[in-house]
């Protein structure tokens, strides 16, 4: 389903599940125009406690491309958000799914007419750098409950930088994304009232009670231990 409303479909007694091309076209979208607005206001939309809010609880179809849409590496206009745009897919709420080969990066544009060179054929898979990050990506996701079932709420929105949080139960992960070529650092109050995290991309303890320094192009799933 490309638009429209996607509960008219969803629902207890028609499917289990749809395509959400509003949150597709924000990803993207707000990678290239580094405006995170867009992809921020998309899933606290559709998906926040907010009375107003359109899917709660609803498990859409989450994807970066697919066979009818132009290859994500092909979309992006900088390819130093290509990992971040996986970053938004896993972490966001929703079932994940990928396209054949776009894990690790092949490129195909979309042609009125001519979609052949969106499904090539492929022989063998490749293992690069792109690859072992959705991987890791994909095994987080997996594990992690408040991916899986939790809400979603926006704690700080910039341009080019996120935080969203996604809790389930007694589960809690601060998402983090700057997108931008430079370094930003975030002050303990654009991460909410916490005090320390483990990075569960890194592995590393991340301390909330104090600045933080995010790298260029840089994402981090924050599970709150404290």
Known sequence: MISGDYSRIVNQEML????????FKGIHSSLNDL????????????????PY????????????????VSRIASNLKNKNHLPLAYGLLFSM?????LYYG??????GLKQKGFDDNLRPHIEYPVFNELAEIVAKLAETHKSTKAFIYGDYKNITILNKQLVYQRSFEDESILVVFNIDESTYTLSPSQLGSY???????????????????LQPYSMYYLKITK
């Open 16 to 23: 289990h599940s749809c395509t959400n091309y509003e949150c």
């Open 35 to 50: 405006n995170l607005f867009e992809i921020a206001h998309s899933l606290n939309r559709q998906f926040s406690n907010d």
């Open 53 to 68: 809010s359109l899917y709660k609880n609803m498990h859409l179809l989450s994807f970066v491309d697919n066979h009818d």
């Open 93 to 97: 709420p929703g079932i994940p799914c």
């Open 102 to 107: 776009s894990e690790w990066g092949i490129e």
């Open 195 to 213: 005090s320390e995290a483990i990075d569960l991309i890194s592995g590393d303890t991340v301390i909330l009670s104090s600045h933080i320094t």
